[in-house]
């Protein structure tokens, strides 16, 4: 639903949505700084699939109180790296916490990267029924490419469409052909628990200049590598998770470790985790340059008063 777009009475949130290093956080602060100063109260949701997982606070970049500015900030650090995080968990815990501050009559601010965490709250998930866990386990105990073979045999559309190496979508579309009998992509024809129709959006996509981007991912990067990320990395080693999670998998863990494993050096790590860092960046400006309505706004923040986007809500 767009932001002026809503039919009147629904109940608004805010969206600030945009590539990792984007400014995203800084924005959300100043706009719920904004409405703390016109008597209103405002409550940042996280919306970035790193930044759900308490073991990842420096790598993640999760902001720190000083940072918050004493706004609250929730589902940030609230799932266990043993504990994966899907994009129907978050939007379920999403839709509960926007759920309780429109009660509360406060205005909830969702800032992330993750278009599919995103996405699947706006617009719904396939409604896939429970999967067998025989069949998940058989599924999940399958080589990589065993499990890929499997599925281009089972489902070659959606085999086709995915990386042979991707383990976890691998898995996941041929456990849910094996258990319901129909394909993925079938069931992702349909949609529920949406919201979008259900309450007021008012968006806007940071995109800022590629250059300054990207130079500032690196900055970052460096900046992690030297304030706590090294630490962090040992701490989620020395619980022996397993390596598919989602948090082993974030951007930097395989970088820091084999650093802390000597198979690389402190310059040879920081290149990694800086050029990881940056494609990430870009894969996320592509998503969000392309897939979400065209009526949401994009904007350069360095050339933007983003304040003004959101006069009607420091207004009403």
């Known amino acids: 639903m767009t932001r002026d777009g809503a039919p009147k009475g629904l109940l608004p949130v805010a969206l600030i949505a945009g590539p990792t290093a984007s400014g995203k956080s800084d924005l959300a602060v100043r706009l719920a700084l904004a409405l703390t100063e016109r008597g209103k109260r405002a409550v940042i949701l996280n919306a970035d699939s790193a930044q759900v997982y308490a073991d990842l606070a420096v790598l993640s970049a999760r902001p720190t109180p000083a940072e918050m500015q004493g706004i609250e900030h929730r589902l940030f650090g609230a799932w266990d790296g043993a504990v994966p995080c899907s994009a129907a968990d978050w939007a379920k815990a999403a839709r509960q916490e926007i759920a309780a501050l429109h009660a509360e009559r406060a205005l909830p601010i969702l800032v992330g990267g993750t278009g599919l965490y995103l996405r699947t709250l706006l617009d ?8 067998d866990p025989a069949i ?3 599924v999940r105990a399958l080589p990589v490419d065993e499990a890929y073979h499997a599925l281009a045999r089972e489902d070659p559309a959606r085999a086709a469409r995915l990386n042979p190496q991707d383990s976890t979508r691998v898995a996941r579309a041929l456990e849910v052909i094996r258990s319901t009998g129909r394909p993925l992509g079938e069931w992702q024809l349909q949609r529920a628990g949406g919201i979008a129709n259900l309450i007021q959006l008012h968006p806007l996509i940071l995109l800022p200049d590629r250059p300054w981007l990207y130079e500032r991912c690196d900055r970052r990067f460096a900046a992690m590598l030297d304030h706590g990320a090294v630490a962090e990395v040992e701490a989620l080693l020395a619980r022996r998770l397993n390596p598919d999670l989602p948090v082993m998998r974030a951007i930097g863990v395989s970088e820091i470790s084999a650093l802390i494993r000597g198979e690389l050096n402190r310059d040879e790590a920081l290149a990694r985790g800086a050029q990881a860092t940056r494609n990430y960046a870009k894969r996320q400006y592509t998503w969000f340059r392309r897939q979400p309505d065209d009526a949401w706004p ?13 006069e009607i809500l420091l207004q009403s």
């Open 124 to 131: 719904g998930i396939a409604p896939v029924p429970p999967i």
């Open 136 to 138: 998940r386990a058989a």
């Open 298 to 310: 994009r904007t350069n923040i360095l050339n933007y008063d983003s304040m003004d986007h959101f």
